[in-house]
């Protein structure tokens, strides 16, 4: 007895139902825009690469599209690093300086200063400063942030050195 003649569906809606599954994607790493910093930094970025921890946070590694030496990610929703950023503007506002601006904060941890800004979705943006390539950090809403920071402070104190980045 021949199974597709008593079925004359099956073949087509198997067919589909392969189509559907191959096509469909349950790939949900993050997706970011990759810095383009100058050489300087591009080489400072490039050794931090090499240095990150293969986690964060209790996190496996899992770097974002497009791949490349001046991101990296950890979980899902993702932990998102990107060296080779432009200045915030937030970094120079005297708001921040004096403790005044309500989404923005400075301060220290490990030996990494930071400049922390909430977003508006509840993700916190955290820059760091008096380094000599800015290394962004986003880390979404609900995560502890204060482990995330220390995870990646060695890695960075190893090889961004500090100063200021132009």
Known sequence: MNFFRHRPLALPALALLIIA????SADDSASVTVPEPDGTAMKLCRNLHK???????GLGRDDPGPRSALTAG??????ILRCGVERPPKMTDPKVALGSDPKAVGGEVNGVGWLMEREDGGSSRFTTSSRLAYVEVTVPSGRDTSGVLVDLAAAIKKTVPEGLAN
């Open 21 to 24: 599954t191959g096509c469909s």
């Open 51 to 57: 240095a990150l921890p293969a986690k964060v946070d």
């Open 74 to 79: 950890w979980g899902s929703p993702a932990i």
